[in-house]
């Protein structure tokens, strides 16, 4: 088998990019509750300083926490007319004699 000693073309050579403050403050918030615990995993994410995200931060005032809405499950009762059977057959294995 040929040793492969040229690298790929650059096409194919994934590109890093860090992720913007944003993202990297809403997965620190998935991450924890403190305030300075989400700076700082943000700031390492980032590779920048804790003092820009904290600035970053205030300005995009994620301090509120963002309500979600909750799915609301259908209630009603089924009736016979709209159940259907379940038939469950049972397939034996195949055995192989020699």
């Known amino acids: 088998m040929p040793v492969r000693t040229k690298l790929p073309p650059r096409i194919l050579r994934p590109r890093h990019e860090p992720p913007t403050i944003r993202e990297a403050l809403e997965a620190a918030a998935g991450l924890t509750d403190e305030v300075a615990d989400q700076i700082a995993i943000a700031a390492s994410l980032m590779g920048c300083s804790e003092e820009e995200v904290r600035q970053e931060r205030s300005k995009l005032d994620l301090a509120k ?32 004699m020699r």
């Open 65 to 96: 926490p963002q309500v979600r809405p909750r799915l609301r499950l259908a209630t009603g009762t089924v009736t016979s007319s709209t159940r259907r059977p379940v038939i469950v057959e049972r397939v034996r294995p195949r055995f192989v």
